[in-house]
C-alpha cells in the first residue's frame, strides 16, 4: 500500500506561480514513476509531467516551458513548480504513483486526493 498526499493547490491570478506537493507513504519502494494528473471541470482526467524513477520527465504540449516536476527519493516527494499559470490551468490535480510489485511484473497505481488549483484571469 502507498498513500499519497497531494498539497499546495489554491487561487492565483493569471500569470502567477504554485507549487504542488505529493507525499508518499507506505511501501515507497515498490514505486517507479511517478505523475501529476489534471482534471479539469467537465473533462476527463488528463496527464500533466510524469518523471521515472531514473529522472526522466515527461510533460504535456500545454504545460511545456512552464511547469517543471520533480522527485525527491530520499524524502519521498512529488513537486510540480507551475509558472505563468493560465486560466485553462484550473482543475484538481492529482499526484500518481506508478508501482510494481518485488520480482514480479505485476503494476498498480496509486492515487492522492487531490488539490485544487483555480487560476483566475
Known amino acids: 500500500q502507498v498513500q499519497l498526499v497531494e498539497s499546495g493547490g489554491g487561487l492565483v491570478q493569471a500569470g502567477g506561480s504554485l507549487r504542488l506537493s505529493c507525499d508518499a507513504s507506505?511501501?515507497?519502494?515498490?514505486?517507479?514513476?511517478m505523475s501529476w494528473y489534471r482534471q479539469s471541470p467537465g473533462k476527463q482526467r488528463d496527464l500533466v509531467a510524469s518523471?521515472?524513477?531514473?529522472?526522466?520527465?515527461n510533460y504535456a504540449d500545454s504545460v511545456k516551458g512552464r511547469f517543471t516536476i520533480s522527485r525527491d527519493i530520499r524524502t519521498n516527494t512529488l513537486s510540480l513548480q507551475m509558472n505563468s499559470l493560465k486560466p485553462e490551468d484550473t482543475g484538481d490535480y492529482y499526484c500518481?504513483?506508478?508501482?510494481?510489485?518485488?520480482?514480479?511484473?505485476?503494476?498498480?497505481?496509486?492515487w492522492g486526493q487531490g488539490t485544487q488549483v483555480t487560476v483566475s484571469s
Open positions: 500518481n504513483a506508478d508501482t510494481r510489485a518485488p520480482g514480479t511484473s505485476l503494476h498498480y497505481d496509486y
Open positions: 507506505g511501501s515507497v519502494f515498490m514505486i517507479e514513476d
Open positions: 518523471i521515472t524513477s531514473g529522472g526522466s520527465t
